[in-house]
């Protein structure tokens, strides 16, 4: 149910955007992750996953030298194989549980994704738009163990010896991983089995209303005219700066501004000009809105 | 009567715009706080009161982005409020259960509906099977030198072509003093996860790489059949392999037909998209697959210990007859009474889509 849609303002991640439809028909925007910030988190995961089976081998090693020990000096000899077993039983199960358990469980968590995933801010989600079921990460996490796992076993099972079997296991790799790059929205072999993808999770602060301060109906009181210049990507651009509060970014706009409508601003103090001139514009632009008029920016004419 | 002034001259200086956002900015402050409680895992500490408010709340804050969608040029409220929204979605709409839950549902009856749903491909994978047998025993029988191309076999292994009857049987009898056997089958286990998970996973390219991959399976489980009954052990394997072999042969079996459904679903797709028709065949498949993993590890605990632990043919059959049994009950006779509930609740789920 993903369909783009014309948005009015230029956007950062142009290409990237979809809306979907919830169930309860609010369009919802959602932005496709960056291949690169999965790529990122898939990197942190298998790190902290490697180092983890690491320092779990090296604890593992250890016990089992401790046990040998105590053997040497207590027992009859007949224990080592049973215990050492045991210990090789545990591993395998640790190992086994690592691979596949680390990412279901936290997929399976309230925030939809691994801890390199939370890092990168983005999450899985279903395609459809319904409900994230556990069916879906099951299987998008099965055929992770292709994608990645599989030119190591295959090249193992051949020989590192054998030249064909590195090219077979280069070519499997690199179809895989570049498979995201060849669709819109970045799926893997595993996403498309189960029908999900991975979006961006933003989380935001609610910031302060825009200050609108006494200049409103004071000072400056700009004409018709000279608010009709700048359309809502302009007026956007203006609230970022004003948000920011950096004196020397405020100078130049304030300049730009007063050069593009013909006003001389030397002397004035550029924030409360650069507040009235915001206030205004926006309430200009939002009567345009209600009226079913839009400006999307300072090119396009009194309506798109 | 101050207050009262005061806010009607703040609200006369605001843009109208901002005036709906403070009018509703309670509801969603109210909403972000129980939406954070939720992402940390800390239900247990969101009242009661909160948790009912939720699906009313992220409607409000939900009708509240399309009203300021088309009011509002304040591009910081309208991110805001488009990320809440998204947050709140995701819990209203995030994976209800837990993992224990969804295996309480799982064992009681999800796995074996699944499998049923997997309908045709159970047929197809089952043929393809006993064709893979057959291949193999008749490869060999037509040149025992095929015997050492299909069983991958050690240096030291005694079971090839030509061996003597009495070697043969020393493979499968006494053996019930070995040590090693739960390293043995806990190695068994992650190997044969690996070929099941496998043949799962390249359904995806049409299925057929999962035929190949049966078919070279079964041909080994048939070369070694046509090797022990040319020694007259053919009852005696059989039962040597029963033991573990029913639930293995079982796993892949039904790993195979999960994997030709995935190839299937996207080979012809019919009406639906090729992509919608790989996931809804792909969630199926992924729980028969959760189910593979278990029954390989029931198989290698069979394999490891029970195998070795049994000496006698009679006692195999027994064994590997009743898991065959239990599973033929638990797959294809238990929770059909569940498959009506299911299907009507898809059919009601449809009506509202």
């Not at chain 1, 988190?41 to 105590?70: E, K, P, R, W, Y």
């Not at chain 1, 738009?129 to 099951?138: D, H, Y």
């Not at chain 1, 055929?143 to 070519?171: C, H, K, N, Q, Y």
């Not at chain 2, 043995?184 to 390219?205: E, P």
Request: hydrophobic share 50%.
């Amino acid at each position: 149910m993903a369909v783009t849609v014309a948005v009015p303002t230029r956007l950062a991640h142009a290409g990237r955007e979809r809306t979907l439809i919830t169930p309860e028909g609010v369009a919802l925007p959602l932005t496709v992750a960056a291949r690169g910030s999965r790529i990122g988190a898939l990197i942190f995961d298998l790190v902290l996953l490697f180092t983890i089976l690491f320092l779990g081998s090296i604890g593992l090693m250890l016990l089992a030298g401790g046990v040998a020990g105590l053997i040497g000096r207590f027992g009859t000899g007949r224990e080592a194989p049973v215990a050492l077993q045991f210990l090789i039983v545990v591993w395998i199960i640790f190992s086994f549980l690592l691979r596949y358990a680390y990412f279901l469980f936290f997929e399976l968590g309230p925030r939809g994704a691994t801890l390199g995933k939370r890092r990168a801010g983005i999450r899985i989600a279903a395609r459809d738009g319904g409900r994230l079921t556990a069916e879906m990460v099951i299987a998008r996490n099965l055929l992770r163990d292709i994608e990645l796992f599989m030119p190591v076993v295959l090249i193992s099972s051949i020989g590192a010896g054998s030249s064909p079997a590195w090219l077979a296991g280069t070519a499997w790799f690199a179809l895989f991983m570049l498979l995201p790059c060849f669709n819109r929205d970045g799926l893997r072999a595993g996403d498309m089995i189960a029908g999900t993808w991975v979006v961006e999770a933003p989380r935001r602060k609610l910031e302060a209303t825009m200050p609108v301060s006494a200049a409103v109906g004071g000072a400056f009181q700009f004409t018709d005219a000279e608010l009709a210049v700048y359309g809502e990507y302009e007026l956007q651009t203006l609230e970022r700066i004003l948000r920011e509060d950096r004196e020397a970014a405020m100078v130049s706009v304030q300049a730009a501004i007063g050069a593009k409508i013909g006003r001389p601003v030397d002397g004035w103090n550029p924030r409360p000009f650069l507040e009235a001139y915001y206030t205004q514009l926006r309430t200009r632009l939002e009567t345009g809105m209600r009226m079913g008029k839009r400006k999307a920016d300072k090119h396009s004419g009194g309506s798109s | 009567m101050t207050t009262a002034f005061a806010s009607e001259t703040i609200s006369a200086a605001l843009l109208r715009s901002d005036r709906f956002r403070i009018e509703r900015e309670a509801d969603w402050q109210r909403l972000e706080a129980i939406v954070t409680a939720a992402e940390k895992g800390r239900l247990r500490r969101i009242s009661d009161e909160d948790l009912l408010a939720l699906p009313q709340l992220y409607r409000t804050v939900a009708s509240s982005l399309s009203i300021a969608r088309a009011i509002s040029l304040d591009a910081a409220t309208l991110r805001y409020l488009e990320a809440l929204v998204q947050r709140a979605w995701f819990v209203v709409y995030g994976p209800r259960s837990s993992l224990i839950e969804w295996l309480r549902g799982f064992l009681g009856g999800g796995w074996s509906r699944s499998v049923r749903g997997l309908g045709q491909d159970l047929l197809t994978s089952l043929l393809v099977m006993i064709a893979g047998a057959l291949v193999g025993w008749l490869l060999v029988a037509h040149d025992p030198e095929w015997y050492r191309a299909l069983v991958p076999g050690g240096m030291g292994d005694t079971r090839v072509p030509g061996a003597s009857p009495a070697v043969l049987r020393e493979t499968i009898f006494g053996h019930s003093g070995q040590d090693g056997l739960g390293a043995f089958a806990a190695f068994l286990f992650s190997n044969n996860a690996r070929v099941s998970l496998l043949a799962f996973s390249l359904g995806f390219a049409f299925g057929i790489p999962t035929l190949l991959l049966l078919v070279q399976n079964t041909a080994i489980v048939g070369a070694m059949l046509w090797l022990y009954h040319g020694a007259g052990l053919t009852v005696d394997f059989a039962a040597w392999l029963s033991v573990h072999g029913t639930t293995e042969l079982f796993a892949i079996f039904l790993s195979g037909a999960a994997g030709l459904h995935i190839g299937r679903s996207m080979a012809f797709p019919g009406t639906r998209s090729v992509l919608t028709a790989a996931a809804e065949a792909g969630r199926r498949s992924a729980q028969v697959m959760a189910g593979v993993v278990l029954m390989l590890i029931v198989a290698a605990l069979l394999e490891g210990f029970a195998r070795q632990l049994v000496d006698n043919t009679l006692g195999r059959l027994a064994i590997g007859g009743f898991m065959l049994a239990f599973w033929l009950a638990y797959f294809f006779a238990f929770g059909r009474a569940g498959d009506r509930v299911a299907d009507r609740g898809a059919g009601e789920a449809r009506t509202w889509q």
